[in-house]
Nanobody, 127 residues
Framework: QVQVRESGGGSVQAGGSLRLSCTVD?????????IAWFRQLPENNREGVAGIRPGDGQQYYADSVKGRFVVSRPNDDNTAYLEMNTLEPEDTGIYIC???????????????????WGQGIQVTVSA
């Protein structure tokens, strides 16, 4: 059983910062997962926000967050972080962490590529 757990989030004023954490706990500690964050959209759709691959640490970002958000996994293990800076009211939403044992696939920020999902965490940015 693979479990994906998010933490962090909360409420902040526009221009502020928040940090999300995502930890993936699997049956085998030898498996490293690709990790990404998605934002919940209406009608059960999910928009890719940022992701990071294990090994080379390649990062991927949606155009809307480039230059503002930074995704990292400092120890190249199954814990990743999303630093969200210069937040805008449009960034408000439920952020869901996803993980998959595949390393090389495209597009990296496509929801159906990910097998395991967290419950999601609320981020609210007020004007």
């Amino acid at each position: 059983q693979v479990q994906v757990r998010e933490s962090g989030g909360g409420s902040v004023q526009a221009g502020g910062s928040l940090r999300l954490s995502c930890t993936v706990d699997g049956i085998s500690t030898n498996i490293r997962y690709s990790i990404a964050w998605f934002r919940q959209l209406p009608e059960n759709n999910r928009e890719g926000v940022a992701g990071i691959r294990p090994g080379d640490g390649q990062q991927y970002y949606a155009d809307s967050v480039k230059g503002r958000f930074v995704v990292s996994r400092p120890n190249d293990d199954n814990t990743a972080y999303l630093e969200m800076n210069t937040l805008e009211p449009e960034d408000t939403g439920i952020y869901i962490c996803a993980a998959d044992p595949k390393w090389y696939f495209a597009p990296f920020l496509r929801a159906h590529k990910y097998q395991y999902w967290g419950q999601g965490i609320q981020v609210t940015v007020s004007a």
